[in-house]
């Protein structure tokens, strides 16, 4: 009898321990498929901030244009009005 229950003792520990070591690899392909994930959106992340950046700069430089364009137009403003009184 103790024989018996030795040998099912082992046999559930043999199953119990494959059981764990299944979940465990399961549970490490499921960490690399998440790993996976989280660099593939940092990468985006990445190109994104990128864009933002290049998006800031055209951004920057044409509001820099367009005030000087502005002065520009008001300067010549200014000259046709004199002109005007001129004629």
């Known amino acids: 009898m103790f024989e018996r229950n030795q040998k099912q003792i082992e046999k559930m520990e043999k199953l119990e321990d494959g059981q764990h070591m299944v979940d465990f690899?399961?549970?490490?392909?499921?960490?690399?498929?998440?790993?996976e994930k989280i660099d593939d959106r940092k990468d985006e992340i990445e190109k994104l901030n990128d864009k933002i950046l290049s998006f800031v700069i055209v951004m920057t430089h044409l509001r820099e244009k367009?005030?000087?364009?502005?002065?520009?137009?008001?300067?010549?403003?200014?000259?046709?009005e004199e002109l005007e009184k001129h004629v």
């Open 66 to 80: 367009l005030n000087y364009e502005r002065k520009w137009n008001a300067s010549k403003k200014k000259e046709h």
């Open 25 to 35: 690899e399961q549970m490490k392909i499921e960490n690399q498929t998440l790993q």
